[in-house]
């Protein structure tokens, strides 16, 4: 049995972990740290939790942690970073689900997260916890930056296109339309719902922090530099991302749909609609999946891919998990299987 | 391996149904019928059970179902009597999801339901299928009538309090809100997104389907009338039932607490709360769990019971896969262990 | 034209009394206040003002109100009784929207709102702001108690009951369910969308401050002591609120249709629906409005009445223009006539 | 005071014109139509309407309309193209809310609508009824086809820099997400609530009927061909329109926020946002107006707009209202004066 901990263990990250490891088979609850809720029972805040997990928030420490074999930490940004170099001196595994290693360039880093990165000798180590990308170099990963939300959606659209070269990659634009559980457990006016309900807006134009991860894992992909206008939109639902990815074609690009079913055969969590489909965020709600279907209107040269994700699973918790699999050479899928509700 | 048929296996119910057989270790699911869609593919019309439920929806007939073991009904009111007797003559066990055999009384079945009863003789035949009264009875039937939503948190909510004599029976009040599911999926204006979202109503005041099966659950348990007045709300959102119940103690009515916890002690899918809660009916949602919070308002002399359920779960397909395993000596927790989505 | 300053202009009730004053045509707003925005442009914070609020946010103070002819408190508990008296000092007429007014008797004020009460002679003076009870003491008032959200919706479906006598008083039970603006424009966990979408829950059963405030008015229109159990709901839906009132017939009561369309003939915001109605909160919305349907289910001796109104106009900001429009000898209509959007 | 007739009031477009209509000072709503509900009191069918409109629905017919000053089409497409020349002979101006007169060329609508166009000479004749463009020609026309609702969310972000040459034609794109009601008041399963709540999804992106529409009037207003995708999305909210529209900016553009507010000055109901705006769709909920805000992310070369409206509004009956007023030498603005509710 794999001994977890989990750093933050109140946010919608962490809770989202609690109930995916709950079910687990090859895997042992051990520790749940939170600041603002020690001592508390875990099933008092989360009532959907009783009788599947017991025992209560602990004080954040490197001794409460010390006895696990992988830590993920579902903190906000700045926390990863200082506290992992500690427990992997320990032999404790790392999965980090914030934004901490998931640049390469320190400098990057630093621009988009407003300070100079505290190890930044760990951004070369963390390995990008893609598996669609990365299987291999994750199974021996000892620290896995696991990917953002959007990031994880856009991607996944991309990469058939991007590796094939089928597209121009000098002027993608991908629009994203995110629910609101996607901005966190946090006290903040503008996440009410009286404020988010019944209305949708676009947010961070200028710039969001998803931008340079995504355009690194798309320029690794390619190998030259990529040209990507991000805009994200905040949609009065709970869970779910629906990325509406628009490129042009080069000549001779092939059959898409082909492109793409080729790409992910094999993949278990990556699922390629039948040609003419709309996915439907509801339909990958709680589960570790992501579905894409990929047209070109009016047989056009545009290129048109919709790809759908839980933010809070394929796009952060179920993801981890899949990561710690690979990582502790369980099969991928378990503890993952799961129907999405519906409706 | 369980056969499964499923009569009706397009609406929600029936899809429910799939999502939660999809996993269920002991039985295949072997026939799904549907009048409208058959020889579509059934991950087609639900593109949540790709991967998980193969092959095509049937036109629902005898010949197609004599092979099973189990047959679900899930359509409306009206199928199920039809075609019950048929089945059973074959050895086949029967769980109607619809109203058809949930009410004793020839009489008040058609005046409720507006025709007369085709098979009267199995209406006291059927058992109803609650487990926290009638599990050994279940164990052994043929034929079980699933209770419907709104009786299910109705009488979860009462029964500690009918069976111990604590309140007075001849003046309860069941004020219970229900989302919009529990309407079924039909082509209706009233459940557009337009009508009812950003919006909430009562409806049927004047009396409801559910009156008399709640009232028929609660003078069982009481052996005694009871008064009864309820009204059912629409809300706003899909999943979910909030039963809030009201009735007068009487004198020497005990530790209200500890009754309810002492009457549900080892149930599986009842779950009361500490002291002082309320119950969300999101932390229920997708999971076949009842849970409950008993208050006494200002220390005075009337009883609030909180009851909340999933409505297509616990108030619907997942107690019938409950029945199901206690019907086929499964143990009664397989196929229905599973955590609340939060948020 | 009258002289308008608002204090708190920044929370719900605030920013809808500038939505309705902006087109009143007997009024000018001079001062709106707020300690967190002081020197931001109103229509900055709140876009849908653009071209019809100008000005800027100011600090609260007795100097910045002095020049007014009348100011609303649209604050927090506390604020209203430590600077109402200053002001009617000075000849301005206050009205307020918080719960500093509306109990008469400041032990009960002081055990609900866990303070003393700082101006206790002014809760005698305070004229409690429901017009369709005190309209003549409302046109020469000094100091106006604007109703509950809770109380305006109950008391206006009991009032016709209560006052003819008609049913028995001892056991009134008020099952409310209101929109999440109720809850203030507050940075709080629990009000997020992402905890309060799809879900349904009832809170402070044991005891919420409005019971009292109802409970007051229900006695004083019957003249004795009334037993009422009130429980609120949290609804998904952000405007709205639905009052389901129940209660026991005396003998003899009459025609309840009648009997309430004669007691709010003339009163141009009570609508009474035809028999058999249930009332959508929809139909209220942005409006000063209740709309209320009465049933007696399975012509029995409950009567069930359902009352909805839109929490933030005929519950809070409509109701206290309709107070000032009284005040100040405008005709009671005046920039109150609008029709609900439908859908 | 304008004699108006409304073909089709029990649609979401009929009843919006009602409402607005109801308050409007210089017009009387003298008939209603509508197939389905013939007979039965307007304010039964929409009880926000009590108080505010009288009378009943009626048969559609050529007499019953025939002494009115202007009929609206609130009609499925295929209505109005069969009885407006009727109406037009007897001297009654016609406003067309549905799409059949907004295409110049017969082949082109006949290939997006499926059926050949029954007044081809009527479609040279009718002006298209977008003020911001056409306000001359409104003034005079005898017959105006009112915008559709995507068409002039898109036309209104794109007209300063397709006028001005400031963006390359060649490649424009449109994610335009829309809210539930556009799909209007129809019984069909995908807008029930349970379908399209709590879900997100794009459609018909091989092509959709307002394409044809948006190019037609972007290339009249470029003067030359323009390449657009055009991709709309099905949001979980009633109302509302955001357009996300990109461009690659040609070199020498120019002050883009300048040529926006210059474009639009003194227009009404066109309010461009200060820089670094992201409009919500709430803002302009119920009201007439539309909101753009303009950005150039990362400082490149690719313009975003940002520009929302409420479908039924701005993008339906008020935009109808407002060709009315100017058709009938009324100022503007009347009866399109409010304000947006807000939470």
Redesign the interface.
């Given at each position: 049995m794999i001994r977890i901990g989990i750093v933050g263990g109140t946010g919608?990250t962490g809770?989202?972990l609690l109930?995916i490891l709950?079910?687990h088979p090859e895997c042992v609850i051990s520790v749940v740290t939170s600041r603002s809720d020690a001592g508390k029972r875990v099933d008092?805040l989360?009532?959907?939790?009783?009788?599947?997990v017991d025992g209560v928030f602990v004080e954040p420490s490197a001794n409460a942690l010390a006895g696990c074999d992988l830590v993920f930490f579902a903190t906000p940004n700045g926390t990863a970073m200082r506290m992992a170099e500690a427990l992997l001196a320990q032999g404790v595994k790392v999965i980090d689900l914030s934004a901490d290693f998931r640049l390469k360039d320190p400098a990057v880093w630093a621009h988009w997260y407003g300070e100079s990165h505290v190890s930044p000798h760990l951004l070369q180590e963390a390995v990008y916890g893609l598996p669609e990308v990365n299987r291999a170099l994750i199974r021996s990963a000892r620290l896995i930056a696991c990917p953002g939300c959007y990031p994880t959606s856009v991607q996944l659209a991309l990469l058939p296109l991007v590796e094939s070269g089928a597209i121009r990659l000098d002027?993608i634009?991908a629009?994203v339309?995110s629910g609101?559980?996607g901005?966190g457990?946090?006290?903040?006016?503008p996440?009410?719902?009286?404020?988010?309900?019944?209305?949708?807006?676009?947010?961070s134009?200028?710039?969001h922090r998803h931008?340079p991860e995504i355009r690194q894992g798309l320029e690794q992909a390619a190998g030259q530099t990529v040209?990507l206008?991000?805009?994200p939109?905040l949609?009065?639902?709970?869970?779910?991302i629906?990325a509406?990815v628009?490129a042009?074609l080069n000549a001779g690009y092939g059959d898409l749909q082909a492109l793409f079913e080729e790409r992910y055969r094999g993949e278990p969590f990556v699922?390629i609609?039948?040609p003419?489909?709309?996915?439907?965020?509801?339909?990958?709600?709680?589960?570790n999946r992501c579905?894409i279907a990929v047209?070109r209107?009016?047989e056009?040269n545009?290129v048109?891919i919709?790809s759908?994700i839980d933010n809070l699973v394929k796009g952060a918790a179920g993801q981890a998990v899949q990561n710690m699999n690979l990582m502790f050479g369980v099969e991928e899928t378990v503890g993952l299987?799961?129907?999405?509700?519906?409706?």
């Open positions: 919608y809770v989202e109930r709950a079910l008092e989360y009532p959907n939790l009783r009788g599947f002027r634009i629009d339309k609101v559980s901005a457990r946090k006290a903040e006016i996440m009410l719902m009286s404020e988010t309900g019944e209305s949708l807006k676009a947010y134009v200028k710039g931008w040209g206008t991000f805009v939109h949609i009065p639902m709970i869970r779910g629906h509406t628009y042009e699922d609609l039948p003419g489909s709309h996915p439907d965020t509801r339909n990958v709600r709680g589960v579905q047209h209107p009016l056009g545009t048109v919709l759908v299987r799961s129907v999405g509700l519906y409706p």
